[in-house]
């Protein structure tokens, strides 16, 4: 099993998904540099976060023309695992992999904090080994977060179950206080239609240990590992 | 920046006159130009007699940047030597961009804290922000990866109607910044007083992990070996130092231009991993960013340290403007740029670094072995100083001192002449409202603490702590100062900001590796600022020595007052501790319902300079907490050997506020947890509740354990005292305070915010 994890000119987190894959997860990864076409022979793609090209056009808006990226959006049409945290989710939704947008927080202002996720779906490689409903904890780290869409693409989303995850409180319930950047829909992370690739805005990389407070995070790799091993049939 | 006085940023007076156009150089040396570049009449004689003849403009504007308070510490210097510098973890010590220190396990900490206060007053959006840059490069220019932020604020009256914009765009600066190159803000300070009101303090520090033997330094060595200039183009932001307001040069041509940098993160965020990536190799034996006084004292300095000369060809340095003249690229501070000394054979090897990385990497000049730092524009010399004349021959002044007469009078405070307020429980609520109390969660939410994955305690603790990857150890941070300790009295206040430092690393349980400061004062030339400079650095040396820590880093900023009045003085401390256990520390909150709460340490009824005072009083007088480094030590040694012994449920420092603050706090966990506390008061209750008294920390423990809490604390010869128990909805202290917890956290939580939004 391979990961590949892309790397673009202000890409921050990409050594946070690294330590996680390779030192937690004990996968096998490789970066994949912006200006190098893809490389094929991985079996799952990660799009960390950060402020690629020093998002200074739009979130993400860039990067979907840097040659890796033509070849991941290849990559993910012919069924591949896409995984797009933060500015990753931005990207994929900057290059029409996933639907909606990503706008500035309601507050105007940069949010870090831990949040709770509401696991509203089970059925993708993504979420599989959670259950629906199950709450995971993990920071969020933006400024643009704020997940639009029109109503149409949201009851479409809504409709397919292509909603993974909500923002939630301590109880699990979706609320207005919760939701830590005006989401609609309190929105955390979706998945496309084909449900191989999937966006969101907080860090499941950065809850993966105990000591750096939880490892809930963990759900969503684990799932991914799971699912390429199903699918590889190893 | 590698050196640093004044009010920073900018270093030392250069004209305003950015008049492209003229050639600079030949323009005559009067004395009204001499004046215009902050020199003196006696600087600029020794400056004829170093060279032998006059200066061309170009060379006394070199002079006057590099003998600049910024560069020289000419005010400063004699009484910097007072502090501890060594110790067996220093690698190098002040003098070197950054501190050095060795942690085991091959590894070595880089750190070092910075002040961007008058840019920040100025733009505060852009001030802070480029603080943070050039803090990070003083870090990385010496190999470390840069992994962990601090900041160090102080606004003005929340009242005062510049705070809240001032606030919002110096936070969001720092934001801006630190976020987008992705190094954690895991801590940090911010106060208010009027002091700061027309003067505010932006300190940033960074942190940074370094392969002990992958160390680099700021040296150029080897004659022959090429100069080589990496990183953002050359504009004419910061030649017009803010300080300069030269009627003869500012007429006609003037083109204004922002005095203040304009930092880009994104290019800093490429400069970092290109330079990191390079330093992997052997292409260069010395490297150093481009701070304040630019290429000039970058240039200046390698070749300083490695006791050689330099030679630059400007016409080769990228330019971002045209027409830019000699005097205006040497002394330009335009932002993300590093000056590296290469191998001959490796140039070629660098180059394709940085062009994977899109950045400019020309060679500019040589190293020279003749002593000079010799500039050429187009192959014609337009200036040759010796290097020692702008490093060694610096001037130094020994500045006189006075206590102000007035010092007896602030200190004079009648207890018994103060009202006393009825309801303690209004008094509590009050102090959790201050905005120098309430929780600063509305700041540090903007800033990521989380980049790296290594935050084990976040911001909101009294010390962050950081793991350290493919280790079991971590790293604690801190940074601390009362101002208004150090105003009442400065060497007691300079005593307490390196205590309160070190006894909130021994808080989480972290043994102090060393600090950095940034000493913040007035104008050096007042007799009375400098003696609140030098009582301040005898009272945190004499805590240094008590506590042994030593200081590997600082920088001083100085002229911090406006219309003739000063700042407090403020000598702001970052602490770096190490522990051996990262998952074996202590947080503030209480957990268990049961546990013992204890105070280590004593309460001894001192209200003067507290918080107390101020808000509900409107005071800012008396002494300050009195300071018993032997009481200090031994509480400090119990509280980490307790964390060690895996004794505590939390530990929490008692500072502003008092005791009944510190209680309060230990109760706004999450989930919020109460307390019953069973003290009396020996005299006034607002003496024992708010009092400031040093050395102390509340403690919470299983009870079972409190036996072995003593003994260790009979060691120390500390006092141990059980003064409640953990438990409830409310926080009562005797029957002076009673309260429920989420009703004073709700006050605490959102104080700040309602102040400053």
Not at chain 2, 95 to 112: C, P, R, S, T, W
Not at chain 2, 593 to 612: F, K, M, P, Q, T
Request: glycine share 12%; net charge negative.
């Amino acid at each position: 099993m391979r990961w590949g994890v892309a790397v673009f000119p202000g890409s921050c987190d990409d050594d946070d998904v690294l330590h996680c894959l390779r030192n937690v997860l004990g996968q096998d990864v490789r970066t994949l540099w912006h200006k190098d076409p893809f490389p094929g022979g991985c079996d799952g793609v990660v799009l960390p976060g950060g402020f690629s090209y020093g998002d200074y056009l739009r979130a993400g808006a860039m990067a979907r023309f840097s040659p890796v990226m033509q070849g991941i959006v290849d990559f993910a049409g012919s069924g591949g695992l896409v995984l797009g945290i933060c500015n990753g989710f931005q990207i994929l939704c900057e290059s029409g992999l996933l639907p909606g947008a990503l706008t500035r927080n309601a507050s105007l202002r940069f949010v870090c904090r831990r949040v709770y996720l509401r696991v509203e779906d089970n059925r993708s490689p993504f979420t599989r080994l959670a259950e629906p409903g199950e709450l995971l904890e993990m920071p969020v780290k933006h400024g643009e977060g704020r997940y639009y869409a029109n109503p149409a693409t949201l009851k479409q989303l809504d409709d397919n179950g292509q909603v993974l995850l909500r923002y939630a409180d301590a109880a699990g319930e979706v609320s207005e206080e919760a939701n830590p950047n005006g989401s609609a829909d309190g929105i955390a992370g979706i998945c496309n239609r084909a449900r191989n690739v999937f966006g969101l805005m907080p860090h499941p990389e950065d809850a993966t240990e105990a000591v750096l407070g939880g490892e809930s995070g963990l759900k969503i790799f684990s799932s991914m590992v799971d699912e390429i091993r199903r699918g590889s049939g190893s | 920046m590698s050196g640093g006085t004044t009010k920073d940023g900018t270093a030392g007076g250069t004209p305003g006159n950015g008049a492209a156009s003229t050639n600079l150089d030949a323009a005559p040396v009067t004395p009204e130009v001499v004046q215009a570049h902050g020199l003196t009449e006696d600087e600029y004689d020794e400056i004829r007699r170093l060279l032998g003849r006059e200066p061309s403009l170009t060379e006394l504007g070199v002079f006057s940047v590099m003998w600049s308070e910024h560069c020289s510490y000419k005010s400063s210097r004699r009484h910097l030597k007072h502090f501890p510098t060594q110790g067996a973890r220093v690698i190098h010590g002040p003098g070197e961009n950054a501190g050095v220190m060795d942690i085991g396990d091959g590894l070595a900490v880089v750190f070092k804290i910075e002040s961007h206060n008058h840019p920040s007053f100025i733009e505060p959006y852009q001030g802070a922000a480029t603080g943070v840059g050039g803090i990070l490069r003083d870090v990385f220019t010496m190999g470390a990866r840069p992994i962990a932020s601090l900041n160090s604020l102080r606004f003005g009256d929340v009242r005062h109607p510049k705070t809240p914009y001032l606030v919002n765009g110096v936070v969001g600066g720092i934001g801006g910044y630190g976020n987008c190159i992705g190094v954690p803000t895991v801590g940090g300070d911010i106060y208010f007083d009027e002091c700061y009101d027309a003067n505010i303090l932006v300190n940033a520090f960074t942190l940074g992990l370094v392969e002990r033997d992958r160390i680099f330094t700021g040296k150029a060595s080897g004659a022959g070996n090429p100069v080589v200039y990496v990183g953002s183009k050359t504009g004419r932001d910061g030649v017009h130092g803010a300080t300069m307001a030269s009627e003869s040069f500012s007429e006609g041509s003037e083109q204004r231009r922002p005095t203040v940098q304009v930092g880009d993160p994104f290019t800093e965020k490429l400069l970092l991993e290109a330079c990191l990536e390079l330093m992997k190799t052997d292409a260069i034996v010395g490297i150093q960013d481009m701070g304040a006084a630019g290429l000039t004292s970058s240039a200046v300095e390698m070749a300083g340290r490695g006791g050689s000369g330099v030679e630059l060809e400007l016409s080769h340095v990228p330019l971002r403007e045209q027409g830019m003249t000699p005097y205006e690229i040497l002394l330009s501070e335009s932002q993300e740029r590093m000056l590296l000394v290469a191998r001959p054979e490796s140039v070629e090897q660098l180059q394709a670094i940085f062009q994977r990385w899109d950045l400019d990497a020309v060679v500019v000049g040589r190293v020279i072995d003749e002593p000079v730092f010799r500039v050429l524009s187009e192959g014609r010399e337009v200036a040759a100083i010796p290097v020692a004349a702008l490093t060694d021959a610096a001037p130094t002044y020994d500045r006189p001192a006075a206590r102000p007469a007035r010092q007896d009078e602030v200190q004079r405070l009648d207890e018994a002449a103060l009202p006393q307020p009825e309801n303690m429980n209004r008094v509590l609520e009050q102090l959790l409202e201050s905005p120098n109390i309430a929780s600063r969660e509305w700041v540090y939410r903007q800033y990521d603490h989380y980049v790296r994955s290594n935050t084990v305690v976040a911001p909101g603790g009294d010390a962050a702590v950081v793991r350290i990857k493919g280790t079991s150890r971590g790293l604690a941070l801190t940074v601390d100062c009362n101002g208004r300790f150090c105003y009442l009295d400065p060497h007691l206040g300079g005593m307490a900001a390196v205590a309160e430092a070190a006894r909130n690393l021994a808080c989480v349980g972290a043994t102090p590796l060393g600090l950095t400061d940034c000493l913040n004062f007035g104008n050096p030339e007042k007799e009375e600022v400098m003696w609140q400079f030098s009582q301040a650095i005898l009272g945190m040396r004499e805590a240094c020595l008590a506590l042994d820590i030593p200081v590997v880093s600082g920088n001083v900023s100085f002229y911090n007052e406006t219309e003739g009045v000063s700042i407090h003085p403020t000598p702001t401390v970052a602490m770096v501790g190490l522990l051996e256990d990262v998952e074996r520390i202590a947080r503030p909150w209480f957990k268990e319902e049961g546990d013992l709460v204890v105070l280590l340490g004593s309460n001894r009824g001192e209200l003067g300079g507290s918080e107390y005072l101020k808000v509900v009083h409107d005071r800012v007088a008396g002494r300050p907490p009195a300071m018993d480094l032997t009481l200090e030590r031994g509480v400090q040694r119990t509280c980490r050997a307790a964390v060690e012994a895996g004794l505590l449920s939390s530990a929490h420092d008692v500072s502003e506020g008092g005791l009944a603050v510190a209680l309060a706090e230990a109760c706004f966990g999450d989930p919020g947890i109460g307390a019953v506390i069973d003290v009396e008061p020996e005299g006034r209750p607002d003496v024992l509740l708010f009092g400031e008294s040093q050395s102390r920390i509340v403690v919470s423990l299983k009870k079972q354990d409190y036996a072995r809490l003593q003994e260790l604390a009979s060691t120390e010869n500390t006092s141990c005292e059980v003064i409640g128990r953990v438990g409830g909805t409310r926080l009562v202290i005797g029957n002076m305070v009673r309260a429920r917890v989420d009703h004073l956290k709700n006050l605490w939580s959102t104080a700040l915010e309602r102040c400053v939004k």
